[in-house]
C-alpha cells in the first residue's frame, strides 16, 4: 500500500507500480539498455522455473536409483555426472550431491546463509525452505524440526545435516517404501514427494500414492 | 499437491517457545506454494539474477554471500519471516551487487525508479506503461 500514498482521487484509475515494482522495473531498463539482459531470456527463465523444472525432475532421479543399482552406485559415487545422464545439470556448474537415506542415517538439507537448494533437480525451494526460522533451526535442533513436519524417526537413526552452499546441493534420496517390488519407475515416482527430497518427509507410502492427478502429461 | 501437506502440520505438537508460529508459519507459507512467485516482480526479481549469473557478470557465491548478509539484516531488523521479505531481499541483494560489479550505479537505480514511478501515475489504467524521456524530468523530487 505504501505506493498508493498520492494520486488517490477517484477521477480515473491510475495505473501504479508499488515502490517495488519501480526499483524492479528500474533494474530491468539498466540491464536492458547496456545489454547484459535480454528481457527475452528473462522470459524463458521464468518460463523454466515456473513450468518446466520441479520436483518431478527430481523424482525421476530417485525412482531411477530405485530401481536400477548402477545408477544408484554411479549417483553416490558423482551426482553431477549422474544426473547429467537424465538431461539435468546446473546453470552454474554447482555440483549435486546425493545423500541416501538408510536405516541408520537420515539427510536432512538446509541453506543457512541464504537459499541453496538444488535447483537443477527441485525447482525453486518451498517458502519454509527459505524461512529464517527453518534455516536457524535446522542445525540446533534437527529432530525438533523433523517431529514438526510429521516425522518421528527411531533413536537409533542419526541425523546428519547438510548445508548448502553455492557450489554444493544436496539431495536427498529417500528410502524406498515397502510394498513396491516390481512398480515401474514412473509409480515409483509418483512416490516422491518434493518434501522427502529436502529430507523432511519420507517417500509417500505405496498406499497413499497420488492418483492419475498427479501424473499430468 | 497443496491439500496432500496439509496433513503433515497437524500432526505437530508444539514444545518450545517459538514452534508454535514455527509451525504455523510453515503452514501459512506451504498453502501458498502453489505459486512459484506470488508477485511478477519476483519473478523478475529471479530471472534477472539467474541472467546476470549466466553472463559471468558475478559468481554465484557472491550472490549468494550479498543474499545472505540481506536476510540476515531483515531479521535483525525485525522483519517478518515470510516469502514477500525474502524476495524483498532478494531485490536488495540485486540492487547491491548492480552497483558493486558497476552493472549500474545506486543514482542510476534511483532516477529509473522514480521515472517508472512518473510513467505509472501519468499512464490510464488499461495502457501499456512505457517510459518517456519527459519521466526522468519529473520523478526525481516526487517523493522526497
Known amino acids: 500500500m505504501s505506493g498508493h500514498h498520492h494520486h488517490d482521487h477517484d477521477h480515473h484509475h491510475d495505473n501504479h507500480f508499488t515502490a517495488i515494482e519501480a526499483r524492479v522495473k528500474a533494474l530491468e531498463t539498466l540491464m536492458v539498455q547496456k545489454g547484459y539482459v535480454d528481457p527475452a531470456a528473462l522470459d524463458a527463465i521464468i518460463d523454466t522455473y ?168 | 499437491m497443496a491439500t496432500e501437506q496439509h496433513r503433515i502440520f497437524d500432526t505437530a505438537s508444539p514444545c518450545g517457545s517459538d514452534l508454535a508460529g514455527f509451525v504455523a508459519r510453515l503452514h501459512e507459507a506451504d498453502n501458498a506454494d502453489s505459486a512459484t512467485f506470488r508477485e511478477p516482480w519476483q519473478a523478475q526479481a529471479f530471472a534477472m539474477t539467474s541472467a546476470l549469473h549466466e553472463r559471468g557478470l558475478f559468481a554465484w557465491s557472491e550472490w549468494a554471500q550479498t543474499l545472505g548478509a540481506a536476510l540476515r539484516e531483515a531479521e535483525a531488523a525485525g522483519s517478518p519471516d515470510t516469502n514477500e521479505t525474502y524476495y524483498r531481499c532478494w531485490l536488495v541483494a540485486l540492487e547491491r551487487i548492480a552497483s558493486s560489479k558497476n552493472l549500474a550505479d545506486d543514482s542510476s537505480q534511483l532516477r529509473y525508479r522514480h521515472a517508472w514511478e512518473h510513467a505509472a501515475a501519468r499512464t490510464p489504467h488499461g495502457m501499456p506503461i512505457e517510459l518517456k524521456p519527459a519521466d526522468f524530468a519529473h520523478g526525481a523530487d516526487e517523493d522526497s
Not at chain 1, 543399482?69 to 554447482?94: H, I, M, N, Q, S
Not at chain 1, 512398480?183 to 527430497?197: K, P
Not at chain 1, 517417500?203 to 492427478?213: D, M, Q, V
Request: a negative charge; hydrophobic letters at 35%; charged letters at 25%.
Open chain 1, 50 to 217: 515456473e513450468t518446466r523444472i520441479g520436483p518431478r525432475d527430481g523424482a525421476r532421479i530417485v525412482a531411477k536409483a530405485w530401481t536400477d543399482p548402477a545408477f544408484a552406485e554411479r549417483l553416490k559415487a558423482d551426482g553431477t555426472a549422474a544426473v547429467a545422464e537424465l538431461g539435468y545439470g546446473g546453470r552454474g556448474g554447482e555440483h549435486i550431491v546425493a545423500c541416501f537415506n538408510t536405516p541408520e542415517q537420515h539427510n536432512l538439507i538446509v541453506c543457512t546463509l541464504c537459499s541453496c537448494y538444488p535447483w537443477p533437480v527441485l525447482g525453486l525451494p518451498p517458502s519454509w525452505y527459505k524461512s529464517a526460522a527453518y534455516r536457524s533451526r535446522v542445525v540446533i535442533d534437527p529432530r525438533g524440526i523433523l517431529s514438526e513436519f510429521g516425522l518421528a524417526l527411531p533413536e537409533s537413526t542419526t541425523v546428519r545435516v547438510w548445508d548448502s552452499t553455492s557450489e554444493m546441493r544436496y539431495l536427498v534420496l529417500p528410502r524406498r517404501p515397502a510394498a513396491t517390488e516390481g512398480w515401474s519407475e514412473e509409480d515409483l515416482a509418483a512416490l516422491v514427494n518434493r518434501d522427502s527430497m529436502i529430507g523432511t518427509r519420507e517417500a509417500t507410502p505405496a498406499s497413499e500414492k497420488p492418483g492419475e492427478l498427479a501424473h499430468g502429461h
